[in-house]
């Protein structure tokens, strides 16, 4: 009887476990937008450009390892200055988990492109920070749980005008594309 309760047991852990587990995100997951493909390939994250359904080039994002896996990965193209340009946005979490602490981390990307020149234009992060700790008031016998937000970075903003905002608790910029530079620059009041 014994053996059958723990038979019973070992059975339900495991169907839980196995239920739990965290799908991968796949290549099909990852945006495409008129000839472009968001791919992880040969341990980089990058945009492959087609042109007539065979791969000329490739623009790389990062190095990456086995383990990355973005979320919310969005590919969009709009027009600034008269010049189409892309904007490849992700989102990367993060959890670091010791005994006393765990820090939830959060970074939302966003890159932009322009292909003529298959150049890297503007590039951002924001990261958010969620920390759990657990403190300990006056020895070991009393303790506290404690949490804290940290951020980093800016926020971004794509305007319909295709200028691009970006703010953080004390500033808050706005940039507009520079043809002549490929670049955006900060805009003039």
């Not at 006393?100 to 890297?120: D, G, M, W």
Request: with cysteine; glycine share 4%; net charge positive.
């Amino acid at each position: 009887m014994k053996k059958f309760i723990i038979f019973i047991c070992v059975a339900l852990l495991s169907v839980n476990g196995y239920s739990q587990k965290k799908k991968a995100t796949t290549a099909s997951a990852l945006p495409k937008l008129d000839n472009l493909q968001v791919e992880i390939k040969k341990g980089n994250f990058q945009v492959t450009i087609s042109e007539k359904g065979k791969t000329d080039d490739a623009l790389i994002v990062k190095a990456v390892d086995a383990a990355f896996a973005p979320t919310n990965c969005k590919l969009t193209s709009f027009t600034a200055s008269g010049v189409k340009l892309y904007l490849l946005s992700w989102t990367e979490l993060n959890t670091v988990k010791t005994n006393l602490k765990t820090e939830e981390r959060t970074t939302v990307y966003s890159v932009i492109y322009e292909l003529v020149s298959k150049k890297q234009v503007y590039s951002n992060y924001q990261l958010t920070n969620h920390i759990t700790e657990k403190v300990f008031l006056g020895g070991t016998a009393a303790s506290e749980t404690q949490e804290k937000m940290r951020r980093e970075g800016f926020e971004f903003t794509l305007n319909p005008d295709g200028s691009i905002t970006q703010k953080n608790k004390t500033q808050q910029s706005t940039f507009v594309y520079d043809k002549d530079k490929m670049v955006f620059v900060p805009k003039k009041k």
